[in-house]
């Protein structure tokens, strides 16, 4: 079974008819989906070669600079900058996006129930949602939203009392990049840190692999291909998961997301048939039960 659980439902980036026909193609069984927070863009051409300067540099010796070029991606007023183009993030991603696929198609997705604790009751967020039909967990963003790690108190109560796991994008200052806080206040809580730990990779590898229920994903430009095999080689591939975090990056011929490109990295770790199926999809139906 195939299960991407990392996935932005944008209509403007990619239909709903082109992501059926892909899952069709590629034999994606499931589709984790978290509501849209960002005005559409492509990060392509010169923006390409910049992300993957940053990603060199948060990689190296120089991570503290890529760090401090990774938060210049969030301006002081809230909005995603790329060289010096800027686009709307909703403080409050609208889960009712989700919960319409949910109601439309059952067999293929799942939801996430997003969240900003800065800017809303989260906890009655979640209540609203969980327990329903494929919800499975909860999605957070530290980063854009601009807030600490230590601000999801309430909500990582709830989530480790319901045994829904908390999907994390963290950023990379000291507050809302703390990815020591979670795990040691809650230590029950099931969390997933998204895009590898970006912007922190190794140190965080480092200090959630010998943690139980601390594990990534391996979605996003934010990593390459051997950027993930080193996530897995060091998390080790039972705490890690599959996703995409599409629609951005990766274009197909078509121009529209191309959701192969990441599953034939996959394809290519130097790991067992069962840890590949474990990656894939076992791992993350055992995480949400």
Request: one cysteine or more; aromatic letters at 10%; hydrophobic letters at 40%.
């Amino acid at each position: 079974m195939i299960i991407d659980m990392h996935y932005h439902l944008d209509e403007r980036m990619e239909p709903m008819d082109h992501l059926l026909d892909q899952m069709n193609r590629f034999s994606i069984d499931r589709i984790a989906l978290m509501a849209p927070m960002v005005d559409p863009f492509h990060v392509e051409g010169v923006a390409d070669k910049l992300a993957r300067f940053v990603r060199t540099l948060l990689t190296g010796f120089w991570q503290p600079l890529g760090k401090m070029a990774y938060e210049t991606t969030v301006t002081k007023d809230g909005r995603f900058s790329v060289l010096g183009k800027t686009y709307n993030i909703d403080r409050l991603p609208s889960n009712q996006v989700v919960a319409h696929a949910l109601a439309a198609h059952p067999d293929k997705f799942y939801g996430w129930i997003f969240i900003n604790p800065a800017d809303e009751n989260a906890v009655e967020t979640i209540e609203k949602y969980a327990g329903q039909p494929g919800w499975i967990g909860v999605k957070c963003h530290p980063f854009w939203h601009q807030y600490p790690v230590s601000v999801l108190d309430d909500a990582a109560a709830l989530c480790s009392e319901k045994g829904l796991p908390l999907l994390l994008h963290l950023g990379g200052k000291k507050d809302n990049g703390d990815f020591h806080y979670l795990p040691s206040q809650h230590p029950g809580l099931k969390i997933i840190y998204a895009h590898a730990g970006v912007p922190h990779y190794q140190k965080l590898w480092d200090a959630a692999k010998n943690r139980k229920t601390v594990y990534i994903d391996l979605s996003s430009p934010y990593l390459d291909e051997p950027l993930r095999r080193a996530a897995v080689d060091a998390m080790g591939p039972e705490k890690c998961l599959y996703g995409t975090d599409g629609p951005f990056g990766y274009p197909g011929e078509d121009g529209l997301y191309d959701h192969g490109a990441i599953l034939a990295e996959i394809d290519r770790l130097p790991v067992s048939a069962a840890e590949k199926d474990g990656i894939l999809g076992k791992n993350f139906l055992a995480l949400v039960g």
